[in-house]
């Protein structure tokens, strides 16, 4: 079986300050993780994903994220807040077990960037 | 282009009452997906179609909800006799083709009220 934890439910950072938005997986298969975005009233976006490739995914807006194996943990950075980057964030892992490719999400981390 | 379109935005049931929530697809996409997302929560999969083939409705929540895409593209998913625990986003996503590995696109949702 396959899950995420987002370990932070809400986060608040300044503007032109780093973000950091941590997520631990937990998978019996060779994980395929996935951060989208969501903001108010449009749909989610997709910000990165890993597939074993690379383990530093680098994704839209300057978002990345590293893939540690040995601490189950896909966090997702960014070196320098925006305003625009208030949002719920979901971190993502894809169910292998049948194939389907459907999409097992965690609980969010709301992104606050104060001026 | 045209990414994956939902109708209607917003829905006020009385509880008993029959819906029905329409996917549009971005077009060519094989593989359709639903999603429910209670207030603060993160999505939970519903349902899984490859073309018109409903391959996975492990995450139906009850026999009330009911799903279907019969020539492949447009999907519209039921809900009988509705309740007030079913008061949730409604997501619908869709992706090139099957598998793990595909970007879904999603749509922005359907909100469902249920009083």
């Known amino acids: 079986a396959q899950s995420v934890t987002q370990l932070d439910s809400h986060v608040s950072v300044s503007e032109g300050t780093p973000v950091l938005l941590r997520c631990n997986y937990s998978?019996?298969?060779?994980?395929?993780l996935f951060w989208y975005v969501q903001h108010p009233n449009k749909g989610l976006q997709l910000l990165l994903k890993?597939?074993?490739?690379?383990?530093l995914v680098k994704g839209i807006n300057g978002f990345e994220a590293e893939f540690k194996k040995s601490e189950t943990s896909f966090h997702l950075t960014k070196p320098s807040a925006h305003m625009s980057d208030a949002a719920e964030y979901f971190c993502v892992v894809s169910d292998r077990s049948g194939n389907t490719g459907k999409l097992i999400f965690g609980q969010g981390t709301t992104l606050q960037v104060k001026p | 282009g045209a990414g994956v379109s939902q109708s209607p935005r917003y829905k006020v049931a009385k509880r008993g009452q029959d819906v029905a929530l329409r996917c549009d697809p971005i077009?060519?996409?094989?593989?359709l997906f639903w999603y429910q997302q209670a207030l603060g929560q993160g999505p939970e999969f519903l349902t899984y179609?490859?073309?018109?083939?409903?391959?996975?409705k492990s995450g139906l929540p009850s026999d009330r909800f009911f799903a279907e895409r019969p020539e492949g593209s447009v999907s519209t998913l039921k809900i009988q006799r509705t309740q007030q625990e079913d008061s949730a986003v409604y997501l619908c996503a869709s992706s090139l083709s099957q598998g793990y590995l595909n970007e879904q696109f999603f749509g922005p949702g359907t909100r469902l009220t249920v009083l």
């Open positions: 998978s019996s298969y060779s994980p395929s």
């Open positions: 890993y597939t074993s490739a690379a383990t």
């Open positions: 077009s060519g996409h094989v593989s």
């Open positions: 179609f490859q073309n018109e083939a409903q391959l996975d």
